[in-house]
Nanobody
Framework: QVHLVESGGGSVQAGGSLRLSCVQS??????????LAWFRQPPGKEREVVAA????????PYADSVKGRFTISYDNSKKTLLLNMNNLKPEDTAVYYC???????????????????WGQGTQVTVSS
């Protein structure tokens, strides 16, 4: 069973930066096509994808709303998924979730149901 533990959420003023972390356990080191992703759910809205990556690199697609501001990466040595968020905007306010799955491809990276494993979520609040 894959287990995900998040940290790094908090409150920041517009224009500031935060880094979210998600430590994973349970993904075999030999499994080269495991996807890890960040989703977010703004208050009163549906869950939406932020970015995705694969444990061995592959591609790193981003939602249009965060391109140029957010960077997703995976540190294999630390088993940690990272999301570096710069130039934060009030519309970035949301609960952020990390997710994992072993059958994610270019046609499903943005679909929540493609990811069977999820973290607990961490709140990011950006004030004006």
């Amino acid at each position: 069973q894959v287990h995900l533990v998040e940290s790094g959420g908090g409150s920041v003023q517009a224009g500031g930066s935060l880094r979210l972390s998600c430590v994973q356990s349970g993904i075999p080191d030999s499994h080269t096509y495991y996807a890890l992703a960040w989703f977010r759910q703004p208050p009163g809205k549906e869950r939406e994808v932020v970015a995705a990556t694969w444990t061995t690199g592959f591609t790193r697609p981003y939602a249009d709303s965060v391109k140029g501001r957010f960077t997703i990466s995976y540190d294999n040595s630390k088993k940690t998924l990272l999301l570096n968020m710069n130039n934060l905007k009030p519309e970035d306010t949301a609960v952020y979730y990390c997710a994992a799955g072993d059958a994610v491809n270019g046609g499903s990276w943005y679909v929540p149901s493609a990811y069977p494993f999820w973290g607990q979520g961490t709140q990011v609040t950006v004030s004006s």
